[in-house]
């Protein structure tokens, strides 16, 4: 990095962390006969960004050409991820997860014409059998045959039919790493949160469920029933009412976050990097900071300084 950038970076990128946790993944493909159908089941059943209340979430990866999926036919790479309770045992926020994952697959993916779903991560820590909560949508008349070189089971359908791999792989991977963009425009916003998302998808590995997200939360709240509410510190119309007490830098007035989920640390670091170097120098972005609560949220913290050594 040159003198200049450098510069930059100590200007712009406050001295703090972005704050992180554990979380169970898959990495799958999802082909279909053509390129609508592929972006409909990709975006649908990624679509809701859900881990803080429970759920699960995911983002695609990457969008495939036929070259590269196992049936030859056009595709998504996709990642759906779990929370870990840090009360509970693996096995049983394994389990909670295997059954989200399936809601996602049979109502998302499934419903679409010609679709299929293939295991994408060769370093598995474990595998999820899929003919329990989805293979028996065939109400017992699937059935298992090798396709394209995997076991995959076939659920028929009206339109004939469903293909999913027989066994998915999970792992842990790092999960909620974010950065936050401090704008003065919103023409600013825009070209930051589309510039960082073209950044942060050049490193392989990683997803951002959320894409640019107005909503940034913090871990307590006034109203439980919710979950995570908004942060109300960093919300700059709140100014009237809160007064000194807003956390928020004189003339900004857009703070948009983006929050990564990723395979690996290094992976989730790279990204971050990629994605705040992008909206440095972007007119109308002021700062760039990130959300982190003292270690309520997870144990993971990375440093944004410290991505540019």
């Given at each position: 990095?040159?003198?200049?950038?450098?510069?930059?970076?100590?200007?712009?990128?406050?001295?703090?962390?972005?704050?992180?946790f554990?979380?169970?993944?898959?990495?799958?493909?999802?082909?279909?006969?053509?390129?609508?159908?592929?972006?409909?089941?990709?975006?649908?059943?990624?679509?809701?960004?859900?881990?803080?209340?429970?759920?699960?979430?995911?983002g695609?990866?990457?969008?495939?050409?036929?070259?590269?999926?196992?049936?030859?036919?056009?595709?998504?790479?996709?990642?759906?991820?779990?929370?870990?309770?840090?009360?509970?045992?693996?096995?049983?926020?394994?389990?909670?997860?295997?059954?989200?994952?399936?809601?996602?697959?049979?109502?998302?993916?499934?419903?679409?014409?010609?679709?299929?779903?293939?295991?994408?991560?060769?370093?598995?820590?474990?595998?999820?059998?899929?003919?329990?909560?989805?293979?028996?949508?065939?109400?017992?008349?699937?059935?298992?045959?090798?396709?394209?070189?995997?076991?995959?089971?076939i659920?028929?359908?009206?339109?004939?039919?469903?293909?999913?791999?027989?066994?998915?792989?999970?792992?842990?991977?790092?999960?909620?790493?974010?950065?936050?963009?401090?704008?003065?425009?919103?023409?600013a916003?825009?070209?930051a949160?589309?510039?960082?998302?073209?950044?942060?998808?050049?490193?392989?590995?990683?997803?951002?469920?959320?894409?640019?997200?107005?909503a940034?939360?913090?871990?307590?709240?006034?109203?439980?029933?919710?979950?995570?509410?908004?942060?109300?510190?960093?919300?700059?119309?709140?100014?009237?009412?809160?007064?000194?007490?807003?956390?928020?830098?004189?003339?900004?007035?857009?703070?948009?976050?983006?929050?990564?989920?990723?395979v690996?640390?290094?992976?989730?670091?790279?990204?971050?990097?990629?994605?705040?170097?992008?909206?440095?120098?972007?007119?109308?972005?002021?700062?760039?900071?990130a959300?982190?609560?003292?270690?309520?949220?997870?144990?993971?913290?990375?440093?944004?300084?410290e991505?540019?050594?």
């Amino acid at each position: 990095m040159g003198d200049l950038d450098k510069m930059s970076v100590n200007s712009k990128v406050e001295d703090t962390y972005a704050e992180a946790f554990a979380g169970v993944f898959c990495r799958v493909i999802v082909t279909a006969d053509d390129e609508r159908t592929v972006r409909s089941a990709a975006e649908d059943s990624t679509a809701t960004p859900s881990v803080v209340i429970g759920r699960i979430e995911g983002g695609v990866e990457k969008w495939l050409g036929e070259k590269e999926t196992p049936d030859h036919r056009k595709g998504a790479l996709l990642q759906f991820w779990g929370g870990l309770d840090p009360k509970k045992r693996f096995s049983d926020s394994l389990k909670k997860f295997e059954a989200e994952l399936s809601y996602r697959i049979r109502q998302d993916i499934l419903v679409k014409p010609f679709t299929a779903v293939f295991d994408a991560l060769p370093d598995a820590e474990g595998k999820l059998d899929m003919m329990t909560r989805v293979g028996h949508c065939g109400d017992g008349y699937e059935w298992v045959e090798k396709r394209s070189g995997r076991e995959v089971i076939i659920v028929p359908l009206m339109v004939p039919d469903f293909i999913i791999e027989r066994y998915l792989g999970y792992a842990r991977g790092v999960m909620g790493a974010n950065f936050w963009v401090m704008c003065k425009t919103k023409e600013a916003l825009r070209k930051a949160g589309k510039k960082a998302l073209e950044a942060i998808h050049t490193v392989n590995g990683v997803v951002t469920p959320f894409d640019v997200c107005s909503a940034g939360s913090k871990p307590e709240t006034r109203y439980p029933i919710i979950g995570p509410t908004t942060n109300h510190s960093y919300c700059p119309s709140l100014k009237p009412r809160l007064g000194e007490a807003l956390k928020v830098p004189d003339g900004v007035h857009y703070i948009p976050e983006i929050v990564i989920n990723g395979v690996s640390m290094e992976a989730v670091k790279a990204a971050t990097k990629a994605g705040i170097e992008a909206v440095l120098n972007i007119d109308g972005v002021l700062r760039v900071s990130a959300g982190n609560y003292g270690g309520k949220l997870g144990a993971y913290r990375i440093n944004l300084r410290e991505l540019f050594p």
